[in-house]
């Protein structure tokens, strides 16, 4: 039923289902013809056969019509891949991008900091067993030589971490032979907020992009779809982040190769939010 309501929420999805059902209906009605024209049979003729051509025709238009779980396309000059599915980022192999605020916090015990769901809660727990002074030294080993814009006292920003890094800043940490790209790609606030932006997410895309290309030897690189958590860009929509994403990274390839294949995971909870077949249509326009 999602995979329904989400194919036909579109033009594109309508225009798809008209095509298949006229493709379906011709082909089934030639067939009839056929064997009427070969060996006539009473039972093939009237209301009901038609009835019957008209169904079986919606039934396939419907099925050729569903939004894949998965696409793909493979560009050229220079040569590299785009994919987007829906599943598991941790699944994927080669480096991963992992969004962060700009104090970097990594708590997700009783403070609530960080929502151990969220993409960042699951490379501590998954990645780095739950062992969050292992992440902070990965960090803060990363963090050596970056700018601190600014620090909060105990008194403004009780909790969580303080040093203020800019929006953009990219930590490359590896662990079980493979980078994971962290991102300060939105601000927390003092409150524990974290907002972001369209300039955020655009910065921070480059910036993830030039460290991938300086670390990752060309190698695969999956994302989630950032902005989509709590860290929300609000004036766009998943849909639109992912294209978002892809442009940014097309973008960069085409200047110097970041990597041969970048991967776009939509959560599975997210994917009624995405229309792969409009996805599809964009990464076919680029």
Excluded at 45 to 64: H, N
Excluded at 173 to 191: F, T
Aim: net charge neutral; charged share 20%.
């Amino acid at each position: 039923m999602r995979r329904l309501t989400v194919a036909f929420h579109s033009r594109r999805g309508w225009a798809l289902l008209s095509v298949h059902f006229s493709i379906a209906f011709a082909a089934l009605a030639g067939a009839v013809q056929l064997v009427l024209a070969v060996q006539p049979v009473a039972q093939l003729q009237g209301m009901r056969t038609l009835v019957g051509i008209i169904v079986l025709s919606c039934l396939w238009a419907i099925a050729r019509s569903l939004p894949p779980n998965s696409i793909e396309r493979q560009f050229k000059h220079p040569s590299f891949s785009v994919v987007v599915k829906v599943g598991d980022l941790f699944d994927e192999s080669g480096g991963l991008v992992v969004g962060f605020t700009d104090v970097f916090d990594t708590s997700t015990d009783d403070e609530g900091i960080i929502t151990p769901r969220s993409v960042q809660g699951q490379l501590l727990q998954r990645i780095f067993r739950g062992d969050a002074s292992a992440l902070d030294a990965a960090l803060e080993a990363g963090l050596r030589g970056s700018p601190i814009l600014t620090s909060e006292t105990e008194e403004s920003k009780p909790r969580g971490k303080r040093d203020r890094y800019p929006i953009g800043t990219v930590v490359a940490i590896s662990s079980e032979e493979r980078k994971y790209y962290c991102v300060a790609y939105s601000r927390m606030s003092n409150d524990l907020i974290a907002r972001s932006s369209v300039d955020y997410l655009w910065q921070s895309l480059s910036n993830v992009w030039s460290a991938a290309a300086l670390n990752g030897q060309l190698g695969p690189i999956a994302t989630p779809v950032l902005g989509s958590d709590l860290a929300r860009v609000s004036s766009l929509g998943h849909e639109s982040l992912v294209k978002m994403i892809i442009l940014s990274f097309v973008a960069a390839s085409r200047v110097d190769l970041v990597a041969r294949q970048l991967t776009v995971v939509i959560h599975s909870d997210d994917a009624d939010e995405v229309n792969l077949h409009e996805v599809q249509a964009f990464l076919n326009s680029l």
